[in-house]
């Protein structure tokens, strides 16, 4: 069951069509094949897993944003199989999937990006995936795929563990004309996404240079799907695109409301990366982990996702446990260079549990324990030694996060 | 329950006299104070943990080691309550006990080393430890305290989540006369030792220069204490001490016998580690996971701890499931440096499961789960790109150890 999961609604981005289907992938007739047709106006960013087993549609996606940056015209992308860990077989057969997709669109190949998510380690069916393919390819002929009910269906075709499809959007106005970002995530576990999220798609209608969506797509995904954490484990499927379709007003780094599109972008990316959180396999518990007072970003984010990332500590947060000392052990763990413990304060919410090494003077276990009950938990912690900050969320570790990695077979 | 925990039988070794009470610390009477007197030819080397909030008598240790290296007299151990987090007072408290130590057995305070395990951010209970040092003292000096049960007792007494003591003995023969080496270790979760170990005490009646004492500690370490994980959670109050009393044969580096003497500490070192894992909270399988072909051993170590500390691939391992992609995944997050997927072998005890980028020709879901059901499980790794190698000792992830940590306040 998500935590208070409620995405303010969707908002169709004009230039993006939409075909989902059942092709046979999942189960019981679940949805589990998209395609998107982009305009030919769009200009394309995106970023993929660090993970050295890095998937064969990532492996194409590579080469195909490096052959052709900016000029992606359609997406493809399956849920219920992974096309991981599959070889030289599963690279041909995912570059045989983007010429099917190219057939089918009047497309180059070369323009098609395809993604994956699901189970690792087996082959696509091919035979699924073609038939699939066609039938999208002749619904995206036939009708045009842009209405709300065609968004909400693409976001529930990539989901895998998710309980419930992840779709936002942020609106604001460039020369007086109104810019749209609309977005879409997976992942409910194997998620601490290093460069971007396991599956998440946003689209705007501004017209925006490639190089400048790159960058702006780079500073949002710091402070957003590069900083959540499940479970530390990192997928090798992991993807994150940002779409222009440049059927709407322009705008770049140099104009003067690129501010007002950035933080609009990056509202939407943490929007979806907070919902990844809020729908974290089992979790009960939103946790913010607030790091300030550090000497750069980098040692912030190690000491936030050392709390995040404890087992210890999660265990607590699902016991609504106010243990300040698993806190200290994680912190201490994060192998900052000369941290004085002295220096360092820790907060629940409110209330301050820990400074200048000791438990706090006001501190007591019921005043920390009013704080843990909640279903959203803020955790700060000052390292007391510098100006930097970073933010990292994460959820609990219930039961049921291990009944359904002991059950489900990813 | 603990898995295939079955340590050889324990020596006494000469030289060192024990006792142990409950003194009030845990609850329903159970032992929580040791105190260990050691002979006055004794030696002593130690390893501690790396936290930035390192227990008060972590500190303490470190000061007395630096001031009084190798004429360490006594140890002083309890458990259930780590005087971790606890600032000057927890220091002063420390360092007020040693000087208990001292008075009750007429040595000098440096020559004490505290320790303490349990609950971290609470102050200990300054007159329950006083009254529990006196009485330890006044055991110490009526009675001998060198028997078998004494050494049970020691261990039982330093136990916290653990569910069985652990102790055991190897012999070696020098110059034709045996040498003794017998070790004891607690500790079931918070455990990624760095540096050393939750709290773990190993012995020898053999005479032996601190400094070689010292070298060969980080050696033996290295391979066991240094190689297991249970959470990856690192404790405040790890510590591991090695005396050696010098009531028996000497020893040294230069000595031809000193590999023999190295083998069997390390024999020592590797059972205790073995058993932490053994008895890890909530185990149902011990895993060894052995990593081969690295350029260096830090690669292949930090390779093994990927995979060991994935929660997805400890869930897997809980559910007996041959999940070749979960490993795969946690391979590949491991930020080895241009690491070629394609030269990766892995294998599920004797079966080749990945090979050459993809699933291998031979593997069959089958014969993975044959080799997964087990209680037992080896996975090996090649990294296919060098000739170092190192192994990591883990546990699964059940539901038992949330039920354990949702429950217990450590």
Not at 33 to 52: I, P
Not at 130 to 135: K, L, T
Request: aromatic share 4%; hydrophobic share 45%.
């Amino acid at each position: 069951m998500a935590v208070n999961l409620n995405l303010p609604p969707a908002v169709p981005v004009v230039g993006i069509e939409w075909a989902t289907l059942a092709a046979g992938l999942k189960k019981a007739g679940a949805t589990d094949l998209v395609l998107a047709r982009l305009a030919d106006t769009s200009t394309t960013a995106a970023v993929f897993t660090q993970s050295a087993f890095a998937a064969a549609p990532v492996v194409l996606c590579r080469q195909h944003m490096l052959k052709n940056a900016g000029s992606v015209r359609a997406l493809l992308i399956n849920s219920g199989n992974a096309n991981a860990g599959t070889g030289q077989p599963g690279l041909e057969m995912a570059s045989g999937h983007c010429d099917a997709v190219a057939d089918a669109l009047g497309i180059p190949a070369q323009s098609v990006l395809p993604f994956s998510t699901g189970v690792i380690g087996q082959l696509l069916p091919d035979e699924i995936m073609r038939r699939g393919i066609e039938r999208a390819g002749s619904a995206l002929n036939e009708t045009s795929g842009v209405t709300a009910t065609h968004w909400t269906d693409a976001a529930r075709g990539i989901m895998t563990t998710d309980t419930q499809p992840k779709l936002t959007s942020q609106q604001v106005v460039i020369n007086g004309r109104t810019v749209t970002i609309t977005g879409m995530a997976k992942g409910a576990g194997m998620i601490q996404p290093n460069m971007a999220t396991m599956l998440s798609y946003v689209f705007t209608d501004a017209a925006i240079p490639a190089d400048d969506l790159n960058q702006v797509l780079g500073e949002a995904v710091a402070v957003s799907f590069n900083a959540i954490t499940v479970d530390s484990d990192t997928s090798t499927n992991d993807s994150l695109v940002l779409v222009a379709s440049g059927t709407g007003e322009p705008v770049d780094a140099a104009h003067k409301d690129w501010a007002l599109f950035r933080e609009a972008l990056t509202h939407v990316c943490l929007d979806l990366a907070h919902a990844i959180i809020r729908d974290a396999e089992g979790a009960t518990k939103f946790i913010s982990v607030n790091v300030t007072g550090g000497h750069d970003i980098a040692e912030c984010k190690n000491v936030g996702y050392a709390v995040a990332n404890s087992p210890l500590v999660k265990t607590a947060m699902f016991a609504s446990d106010a243990n300040v000392g698993r806190l200290l052990m994680a912190i201490g763990k994060a192998e900052i260079d000369s941290l004085d413990a002295a220096g360092v304060t820790v907060s629940l919410g409110d209330v301050v549990a820990f400074e200048k090494g000791g438990i706090a003077a006001g501190y007591s276990e019921e005043r920390g324990a009013a704080v843990m009950v909640e279903e959203e938990i803020v955790i700060t912690i000052d390292l007391g030694r510098g100006a930097a900050q970073a933010s990292i969320y994460t959820s609990d570790l219930s039961h049921d996060y291990v009944s359904i990695n002991a059950d489900y077979r990813s």
